[in-house]
């Protein structure tokens, strides 16, 4: 008999929880706060009371015994009475707290009352709610008698409603097992190297483990990775799956690939999250959640709503969340999240896991080894994860704030004296900086007692905040809000793996605390499940990857063969062109002969990446000089969706003319776009596409010299070498595509790039000069028409 774990609160508040949907705000230190009262209290009471007893009972259902558990914050036994003491802790009057959370605060001590007096066999008990109202810490007791009948009635009603969801959970477990058992892989047979991709991953999870797979483009990666995770499924090994991916596009193709398996007979859940700002309905922005129709009385209404749609859905994406949220008005965002719990699959983004600021609590608040990851593109999460790990605060917004609180001075005084001591802060701290009239500074060690400052302001700020009115001072304040406990938030991540960056600008001083290194955050995250497959189309050098994305030395690397022929496509190294900034100027005529030279050897659709839309500008204006015959197109800065599409259309036109795109290496075109057969037969790349030398780059290059002396390498060629094969990639989408790729740089005839190619480029040709590439060019297609 299987044995499941439930917390009393989770069971309270699942079954009883009413009202309004509420977002809260609550800062670090008020959650320190409300632990520090807990402790006080219970060191005031007398040697007959203990602290945090752990109370539990069971009971069979289905097969299965269920164990509701939890820890009474104190009981106290004396001859007349045995006092359960629940003790609460917010910044809201006791007087204005709204009725549905009381009735939580008691349900939950009620619980704790039934299982110690079934336990104990006692008649009644006294319950104790000690409310404590922060920061002034004003208490508020209230006791109640309650006895074992009333109690006995009251915990068989919750449990009562209760099973009809775990009846649901059970149904829907059955037919996840049974139909993911004997689920088959949805095509006739595998593609070269699927079988094989399948069977790591199958592995990977049975292990343990996590793997880090290389799968080059064709190869049917979404499917390769998902199905042998189901077949998981199906052995009980694993009871959800979560799919990461920073893109729509590949969240598609996800969903695509649970269609496929859905049609040969797997009868399971899956969902697709969306971001709040996407999927919330128009009518909502703006609109304080107290007067927002589908927040007033969401936990009243959401609970049918959950019924309706696990019911009569499948495969649930943004278009169903958004009709159901409707039909039954409740908030589509917090909907879909609720609605998640009783999915097998979880299509969503990266952040979702990763983000310290908004990873699910509700999946990845302890480590559950039955959930098993899914992270495609995986070569994104390494500056993803950065960014997620580092914070930026601005003293610029400062004085405004000042102003605008002065206006009421005496009321405002307590946010307005600690906005103060921030910016004096903000001066001290730059001073040496502005005095030798430096733009940037970086230091190993934080900045000393600069988060102290932001954490006194964050707690000014919300105490502040409770019982206002939306304004546009109200709106200014919270915004700034946000960014400080994002900055005091990543504080307690900071180790050597950090550098603290001042930052000076002609109106501004920023403080940066920059995450070179996530890798130790990125391994804590994965461990919260029972494996993780790491994938890419792109993953090399894989050593690379495994170093940056968690550092675990026992995890798996897998680099999968292309499943398409060698032959498809040749590969050519241009080397008689020098890229470097300094020969650009120069480069730029044999940049546009050879150009000429591969897209003269056959009508059709060809691409061109640039290291920079500066130097891409250049040689467009050269080559239509040179060529004003041939068609271009070239990439624009800050296209929109519609201008995106366009210039993508122009290639997916069937007109067998000659065009030529020119795209920044590393920007929209380079990734993610699906150009098949005679939509694209030609891919250019010139330069190594190495990164702008920065501040933030260079401080990665200092520390992973330090660390293993391959600064250079991690900071600048390897991130840029992920954009050529990116780019490279568009190329080559199916079985039967054919084309042409060259590298025009003379870097990548020399070893330190031909050593980090990926597998599937064997034998490149070597040239230098547009003649012999011309010829090369001519004969592949006369050997492939």
Known sequence: MANIQIGIRTLVEFILRRGDLVPTSVSDNSMAAGSRIHRKIQKSRPSTYSSEVALKT????????????????????????????????????????????????????????????????????????????????????????????????????????YKKWLKLSRDLAESRVTTAKAVTFPFPKYRAGQYDISKVVYKTIVNDKHLFLEAPTGTGKTISTLFPAVKSMGEELINRIFYFTAKQSTRRVCEEAVKLLSGKGLAIKSITLT????????????????????????YNRIKPAILDIINNESQITKAEVQSYAQKHQVDPFEFSLDVSLFCDIIICDYNYLFDPQVHLQRFFSVPDNTNCFLIDEAHNLVSRAREMYSATLSMKPIPNLIERLKANEEENQPVIKRLRGLKRAFMRYSKESRDNDESTYSQVEPIPNFTSKVSKLIDAIHDWL???????????????????????????????TYRTRIVLTDDDILFRQFCIDPAQQISESLDLGRAAILFSATLSPLDYYRRVLGNEPNSIKYAAGSSFPRNNFELIIQQGIDTTYRHRQNSIPDICASLFAMINGREGHYLAFFPSMTYMNKVVEAFNLAYPDIETHMQQADMSHEERTEFLNRFRATDGKTMMGFAVLGG????????????????????????????????????????????????????????????????????????????????????????IFPTQWSKPRIINSPTALSDIVSKFWRDNL
């Open 275 to 298: 971001a709040r700002e996407q999927i919330s309905f128009p009518e909502e922005k703006d609109v304080p959640a107290d007067q927002n129709p589908y927040m007033v009385g969401y």
């Open 58 to 161: 069971d009971f069979d259902y289905l097969d299965t015994t269920y164990e509701i558990s939890g820890r009474a914050d104190g009981i106290n036994r004396t001859d007349s009475e045995t006092l359960i003491e629940e003790i609460k802790t917010s910044d809201v009057k006791f007087s204005e707290l709204p009725d549905n959370t009381l009735d939580l605060y008691w349900a939950q001590a009620k619980v704790y009352g039934y299982i110690l007096m079934t336990t104990e066999g006692l008649d009644q008990v006294t319950i104790q709610l000690t409310y404590v109202q922060t920061p002034d810490e004003q208490i508020t007791p209230t006791k109640i008698v309650y006895k074992k009948t009333e109690a006995t009635e009251f915990f068989n009603s919750l449990i009562s409603e």
């Open 668 to 755: 929209i075109f380079s990734e993610g776009v699906d150009l098949k057969s005679e939509q694209l037969i030609g891919v250019a790349i010139v330069g190594v596409g190495l990164p702008m030398i920065n501040e933030e780059s260079n401080l990665v290059k200092d520390y992973y010299d330090n660390d293993n002396h391959q600064g250079f390498m991690f900071a600048y060629q390897l991130p840029g070498f992920n954009n050529v094969t990116q780019a490279a990639g568009r190329l080559i989408r199916t079985q039967t595509d054919k084309g042409i790729i060259v590298l025009m740089d003379a870097r990548f005839a020399q070893n330190r790039y031909r050593s």
């Open 466 to 496: 409770s019982g206002r009115k939306p304004s546009d001072t109200v709106d200014a304040v919270v915004d700034y809000y946000l960014s400080c406990r994002t900055y005091n938030l990543i504080s307690q991540y900071y180790d050597e």
